[in-house]
């Protein structure tokens, strides 16, 4: 699923300290310092996700990472009716074994995870986007690469019970994450648009409609662009 989440390490026990919030600023760090902790990072993959896992045991296994730590901070403000909102976050987590990893493969260097993105609302509408980019762990072979790139943007309004928007996500993805043999990135282009009617406390009815496209670099199929529609409908019901 694309998204532009930054979660590397999400399934990993770790020490976490939030500052308090003064004059709307907050940051917060976070380290594993286990040392036999092993972590796989959650990386999109051209639009794949793959869970972090931590394993209790040996800390020289290749395709594998250690001791991993998180920084971020955010800040929210009002200017003349204005809201604003500024974050940021970086996540770094040392390979267990790159030689055994080798190129072209999961911890063959160390994890790197960084993102940045601002939010304005005035009136009940709202305007945001956001930038990540992740280096997947993945050494890549001569003149390839094996980062992602993501970045998004959308917007909003918000009148009473009733809730409508609309976004876009652009991922870009190196040669060296998918199995091929020709050179250059691959991309990926996904709308989505949506609302949603509070129908009581707790209650929401929600839909949304998504599509868009993969532009894929010569891979070995016939269509390298093929097309992707989908409709989602639900209801939300928090206690």
């Known amino acids: 699923m694309l998204s532009y989440q930054q979660a590397d ?12 919030k003064f004059n709307g600023f907050q940051a917060g760090v976070s ?13 999109n993959l051209g639009g794949a996700s793959s869970s972090g896992t ?13 001791n991993p730590w ?6 929210d403000g009002r200017f003349s ?15 267990q074994n790159s030689t055994g990893a080798g190129l072209n493969a999961v911890g063959g260097k160390s994890l790197q995870t960084y993102n940045f993105g601002a939010n304005v609302g005035f009136s009940g509408f709202s305007l945001g986007g956001a930038y990540k ?29 009733y809730h409508v928007g609309a976004s876009y ?17 691959s991309t990926v282009h996904r709308y989505a648009v949506g609302g949603g009617y509070t129908f009581g406390p707790g209650m929401t009815f929600r839909g949304s409609v998504d599509w868009g496209k993969y532009k894929a670099n ?16 639900g209801t939300d019901v928090q206690f």
């Open 70 to 75: 998180e920084a971020a901070a955010r800040w």
């Open 133 to 161: 980019h992740t280096n997947n762990g993945i050494s890549p072979t001569a003149g390839r690469n094996a980062d992602t790139k993501t970045w998004d943007v959308g917007g909003a309004y918000d009148n009473g019970p």
């Open 31 to 43: 380290y594993a310092p286990k040392p036999g902790t092993a972590v796989i990072g959650t990386s």
């Open 169 to 185: 996500i652009h991922d870009t993805i190196g040669d060296d994450i998918l199995a091929t043999s020709t050179t250059g990135t």
């Open 81 to 95: 009716g204005v809201d604003l909102s500024l974050g940021g976050g970086y996540s770094d987590a040392e390979a």
């Open 9 to 20: 390490f999400r399934q990993t026990d770790r020490l976490t300290y939030l500052t308090p």
């Open 218 to 233: 010569a891979l070995e199929v016939t269509d390298t662009s093929p097309r992707f529609t989908q409709v989602t409908v």
């Open 54 to 66: 931590s394993v209790m045991a040996n800390n020289d296994v290749a395709g594998l990472f250690q």
